[in-house]
């Protein structure tokens, strides 16, 4: 009898153990499957999830430059959250409105409350839903379900208690940054006085979002061009520095313009880091434009690589490659400074010019040069005068152009990225800046070229200007320079290349 009884009371304690398992597993599953959603916030869109943590807290994904945890509760789920995307309908009537801005900061507040307590919802449906389905297949009747079921509510409302218990409101003033936003603190600011201001940067954050939200608006306002079908149209964009919102006006135009070659004249980072390579797959979202590649000062080893891995993507380093009928020879910056400490920062324009000829002279022989050489430094870039009829280059965030004495166009691009967060050290933003080229596709010559001109962060203005050659090129040999040898104004006066940043 005693050992009749044993066996009915091990029978029972394995019976109830799996159940409380069944419902445990059915808990942790269905958060991970049922508590993540799309959420609007504002004019973006954000996804929110959980996951499994010893530590608990809340974890804010900035891709590419990192992410911020705090400390906000303890226990096995951790909250994420990520910006997905900008949708550009409501963006757009977010702009023609301007009364909007004054409520998004109440707005934005209101939609994330919303979307936590139904995300909550939804992983806790799907938790009871898995562990009564699952309990009800391994026992065939509703009972030892409904039981699974308790045991999946009990384990939900542990997790729950404890994070309630544990919630520590303080922990915004105490988080912790990975990845490039480790230099977050300086950018904002003493946390203690965001805390203690708490309303005044939310409002500051609301304008925040409504300047990007004007800015990536701005390019819905470009005219439709109508393309000649004897034209190539080229994109010209350099010194995007890390910025998100250049992707979008890129994207904008070439869209609009049919544009067939995008050429990006370096610094599309701002410190080469790992953490920065993720910002370069954002060129495969440009289609099957090819995207022409030169490393810049603030460009790594590992920035071209990363580059590289994108099917779109033509990245030279000393190579000329033919793209889409033109040629185009492209040579990474001798240099990787970025940041002022670095010894390679030193090189003195002379000394860029110097390296320049040695890059200019095989050119000089070749028995077709290139149509387009494309330079990160206009001081190197001044080296190509006569082995090219045309040199693309950035750096200095100022655009201009010039006739060189022996024919060759330079072309130096402004900031297509409005210089990234430099925008924000001056009272008047850097205006975001990239051109159009138009090359003849029999001969590969210059013909024309548009300057879009964007107004910086805050500003809603949007300028284009056509600028004609005075002389089209009848051949891509740079031993025929064009009729005249004056240089062509530009959006910025131009002027010898000033020394960058």
């Known amino acids: 009898m005693k050992r009749l009884l044993h066996r009915l009371f091990n029978r029972r304690t394995a019976r109830w153990s799996s159940l409380v398992l069944i419902g445990v597993a059915g808990a942790l599953a269905g958060l991970l499957l049922g508590g993540r959603i799309q959420t609007p916030v504002g004019p973006a869109d954000a996804s929110l999830s959980f996951s499994l943590s010893q530590d608990g807290g809340t974890v804010v994904d ?4 990192g992410s911020l945890r705090l400390d906000s509760h303890s226990g096995p789920v951790t909250l994420k959250a990520q910006i997905s995307q900008l949708r550009p309908a409501a963006t757009e009537k ?11 900061a109440e707005t934005i507040t209101d939609q994330i409350r919303h979307g ?35 045991a999946a509510a009990v384990t939900l409302a542990a997790f729950g208690t404890a994070a309630w218990l544990t919630f520590r409101p303080a922990s915004v003033a105490e988080p912790r940054y990975t990845g490039l936003l480790a230099n977050a603190p300086q950018l904002v600011g003493d946390v203690q006085t965001v805390v203690q201001r708490f309303d005044e940067y939310r409002g500051m954050l609301a304008k925040l979002v409504g300047n ?40 904008s135009i070439t869209t609009q313009f049919k544009v067939e070659v995008i050429i990006d004249s370096g610094d599309l980072t701002d410190h080469g880091s790992r953490a920065e390579d993720r910002f370069a797959d954002n060129i495969e979202t440009l289609g099957d434009v090819p995207y022409v590649f030169v490393r810049g ?55 860029l010019y110097a390296a320049g000829v040695q890059l ?20 190197q870039a001044k080296a190509f005068d006569g082995a090219t009829p045309l040199v693309l280059a950035g750096h200095s965030h100022r655009r201009a152009t010039e006739l060189l004495p022996q024919g060759t166009r330079l072309f130096v691009q402004g900031s297509t990225g409005g210089a990234g967060l430099r925008s924000l050290e001056h009272e008047t933003p850097t205006k975001v800046e990239l051109s159009l080229l138009y090359f003849n596709r029999e001969t590969g010559g210059l013909q024309a070229w548009d300057d879009f001109t964007l107004g910086g962060l805050g500003e809603q203005s949007v ?38 940043p």
Request: hydrophobic share 40%; no cysteine; aromatic share 6%.
């Open 360 to 379: 200019a002279t095989p050119l000089r022989a070749a028995p077709e040069p290139p149509h387009v050489a494309v330079i990160h430094d206009g001081n």
């Open 116 to 150: 936590l307590v139904w995300m909550a919802v939804r992983g806790a449906l799907t938790a009871f839903a898995l562990a009564f389905v699952v309990a009800l297949l391994v026992y065939r009747a509703w009972r030892p379900a409904l039981a699974a079921l308790t």
């Open 62 to 65: 900035v891709p590419p430059l």
């Open 463 to 500: 300028q284009v200007e056509l600028h004609l050659r005075p002389t089209p090129p009848t051949s891509a040999s740079p031993t025929s320079p064009p009729a005249s040898p004056t240089a062509t104004p530009s959006a910025s006066p131009p002027t010898s290349t000033p020394v960058a």
């Open 212 to 251: 990007v939200s004007e800015l990536y608006a701005t390019t819905s306002t470009l005219p439709i061009y109508e393309p000649d079908p004897s034209t190539l149209r080229v994109l010209h964009v350099s010194d995007i520095h890390l910025n998100p919102i250049a992707w979008d006006v890129i994207r």
């Open 94 to 104: 977010f702009i023609n409105d301007p009364s909007a801005i004054d409520a998004l």
């Open 297 to 351: 000062n603030h460009d790594s080893p590992g920035t071209q690589k990363a580059v590289a891995k994108n099917k779109n993507a033509v990245v030279l380093d000393d190579e000329t490659k033919t793209v889409e009928g033109l040629r185009i020879y492209g040579a990474g910056d001798p240099r990787f400074t970025p940041d002022k400490t670095t010894s390679d920062d030193s090189l003195t324009p002379e000394a």
